[in-house]
């Protein structure tokens, strides 16, 4: 059967964006290049990569492999002599984010965050000190460098590359800009503020203006009382994380981090102390950022599953619809459903083959075997699939601690959607 337009044009658009991103996050990457040590210092591409196969389909994975490659070896710049080696190099490159995303998609519970960002945060570590080790030992067999370079350079560079790219990506491809809290004009404003503030401070703390103001009119001058105003950037977009959500992270880590490397490039900031010895400069640079990304991934983690504070319970997790399929009739009752499920039309949410049309096409057959009445099982698995609602936007729900029952010589199904954006 010849597939349908509808999935072969996004599908086209999505590896077209995905390499548009691949490939200018590696020419960023190469400017920090070490043409000693023949690897880069950090390596944002492994965080694209990483985000696209966590993203994509299972079906577009070999292709995105193979053009991730290619574009490897375009960055390379590969001669007729050494082209068999730089298309090692290349192939080399996407295996450490190909099992973290594949770990993550099948070890991670659905819908629970705390699980998913602690195994993608564990595989994350894990993999890469890994791969480094191997190249590592490669490495210094083959002569070229010492074991501990390479090592150390390689682990610190996926990790940032990963935890960064990573964290920037996936928290724009958020559908929704508020996670949290119902947005409005004035949290949109008093967001960007805090924006434009964030972006202005950035770059006093790094273009010299913060060791300028403080050999001016501080009593005392010192290298660490500048290094400490490098947390204001950070306590700046954790409100804006607050305030925007996953978008206003990804805005605000975005910020910080192109400020940072645009000067860290220029060998100007708070991390060149005197002192330090080549190359640990961009080190603290690396693990600032990297730790930047982690404290908003947290906080996202927090505030999306926050649903609300009540004076006399404290803050409140989530809501959790909890529905009742009867299997005979196809009709559903709902209780205790959120905002962005009570916005659907009741006619298409109280009606299990209208509800079915709603879903993502790839996603529909998923929850359809889910409810079907030829169970074998009285206790049903989790699964997750994409809603689409009124506005167009796509709701990740999972559907969890279903169960099969009979009730008066109908068979009914219980569960429990949680959404998420």
Do not use: C
């Amino acid at each position: 059967m010849r597939p349908s337009a509808t999935t072969f044009i996004p599908s086209l658009l999505t590896l077209a964006v995905w390499m548009l991103i691949y490939y200018l996050s590696g020419v960023l990457s190469l400017r920090f290049d070490d043409p000693e040590m023949h690897i880069s210092i950090v390596w944002f591409p492994a965080g694209v990569a990483t985000a696209a196969f966590l993203r994509a389909r299972w079906g577009l994975w070999p292709v995105l492999t193979v053009l991730f490659i290619l574009l490897n070896l375009l960055m390379d710049k590969p001669t007729l002599q050494d082209l068999p080696v730089k298309t090692l190099y290349a192939i080399l490159a996407l295996p450490s984010s190909l099992l973290i995303a594949w770990i993550v998609r099948r070890f991670a519970r659905p819908g629970d965050d705390l699980n998913i960002i602690t195994l993608w945060f564990g595989a994350t570590i894990i993999i890469s000190f890994l791969d480094a080790l191997l190249f590592g030992i490669g490495f210094s067999l083959a002569g070229k460098n010492t074991f501990s370079d390479v090592f150390w350079t390689g682990f610190v560079a996926d990790i940032t590359g990963i935890f960064l790219a990573t964290t920037v990506i996936l928290g724009f491809l958020n559908s929704q800009l508020r996670t949290t809290l119902l947005a409005s004009w004035k949290n949109l404003t008093l967001g960007a503020a805090i924006w434009v503030l964030l972006a202005a401070l950035t770059l006093w703390v790094f273009n010299g203006g913060a060791r300028a103001f403080s050999i001016s009119y501080m009593i005392t001058h010192d290298d660490s009382l500048i290094f400490a105003f490098t947390g204001i950037p950070i306590i700046l977009a954790a409100f804006l994380t607050l305030f925007w959500g996953n978008q206003g992270g990804s805005i605000a880590l975005l910020t910080v981090a192109g400020i940072v490397i645009y000067y860290t490039d220029k060998g100007i900031g708070p991390f060149f102390l005197r002192g330090m010895h080549s190359g640990e400069p961009l080190l603290l640079v690396q693990s600032y950022l990297t730790a930047t990304a982690l404290l908003l991934v947290f906080l996202r983690v927090v505030t999306h599953n926050i649903g609300h504070y009540s004076t006399q319970n404290g803050l409140q997790l989530k809501q959790q619809a909890i529905y009742q399929l009867d299997l005979s009739n196809g009709k559903l009752r709902w209780d205790n459903l959120p905002q962005s499920l009570a916005a659907i039309n009741p006619q298409i949410l109280n009606d299990k083959r209208r509800l079915l049309m709603q879903l993502h096409p790839e996603d529909q057959h998923r929850l359809a075997d889910h409810w079907q009445s030829e169970q074998h099982q009285q206790k049903l698995a989790t699964i997750s699939f994409r809603l689409q609602d009124d506005q167009g936007r796509w709701l990740r729900v999972t559907d969890s601690g279903a169960v099969l029952l009979e009730h008066q010589g109908t068979l009914i199904i219980l569960g429990n959607w949680s959404v998420s954006a």
